[in-house]
T-cell receptor
Framework: SQQGEEDPQALSIQEGENATMNCSYK?????LQWYRQNSGRGLVHLIL?????REKHSGRLRVTLDTSKKSSSLLITASRAADTASYFC????????????FGSGTKLNVKP | DVKVTQSSRYLVKRTGEKVFLECVQD?????MFWYRQDPGLGLRLIYF???????EKGDIPEGYSVSREKKERFSLILESASTNQTSMYLC????????????????FGDGTRLSIL
């Protein structure tokens, strides 16, 4: 399976701390995306990083991609209680532009 | 903003019933998807459609069918519901990116939590 796998499965931190989540995948990709899911809701797209990029920033989010290790990390700086959610990475399926593989997610709890 | 609307947030049906889950998007996206989400298994693709009347199987199509008669609407059908189809179902839509590049994000609805008794 090409499914991405997030690590850790769950993470609990205090407000103001940084949160780092990791994603590993198995085969070559064109890009990798990160999504957030609040409890009982759908997924919301956060950021996309292309296979030829190594790092990307968006507000308090920083994503890195290491294609040699087939891994990515999502860093949320200065976390807030509102960041409490599950975070998923999604990888494309190479030549099939419409197939994406999601991992089982990291459940982040930010304590006020 | 893109809006993807799923017709029901919660649905309870009985084993053997034919169940319809409806999804509508308002941004003229070519591509639409149905996933199911189960604890510890992430999102698994059931079917997707890249154009009206076109469909392609995902990773777990067994027991499901889909219909896309209009661009904005994508329906998931459980032909004869079974208890192992109890799950959260998520619909998504996506614009087609540049040819050969899958760089457009997916936009999700809020999901339908389906219980089969």
């Amino acid at each position: 399976s090409q499914q991405g796998e997030e690590d850790p499965q769950a993470l609990s931190i205090q407000e103001g701390e940084n949160a780092t989540m990791n994603c590993s995948y198995k085969t070559s990709i064109n890009n990798l995306q990160w999504y957030r899911q609040n409890s009982g809701r759908g997924l919301v797209h956060l950021i996309l990083i292309r296979s030829n990029e190594r790092e990307k920033h968006s507000g308090r989010l920083r994503v890195t991609l290491d294609t040699s290790k087939k891994s990515s990390s999502l860093l949320i700086t200065a976390s807030r209680a509102a960041d409490t959610a599950s975070y998923f990475c999604a990888t494309d399926a190479g030549l099939n532009f419409n197939k994406f593989y999601f991992g089982s997610g990291t459940k982040l709890n930010v304590k006020p | 903003d893109v809006k993807v609307t799923q017709s029901s947030r919660y649905l309870v049906k009985r084993t053997g019933e034919k169940v319809f889950l409806e999804c509508v998007q308002d941004m003229d996206h070519e591509n639409m998807f149905w996933y199911r989400q189960d604890p510890g298994l992430g999102l698994r693709l059931i079917y997707f459609s890249y154009d009206v009347k076109m469909k392609e199987k995902g990773d777990i199509p067994e027991g499901y069918s889909v219909s896309r008669e209009k661009k904005e609407r994508f329906s998931l059908i459980l032909e004869s519901a079974s208890t192992n189809q109890t799950s959260m179902y998520l619909c998504a839509s996506r614009r087609t990116g540049m040819k050969g590049v899958s760089n457009q994000p997916q936009h999700f609805g809020d999901g339908t939590r389906l219980s089969i008794l």
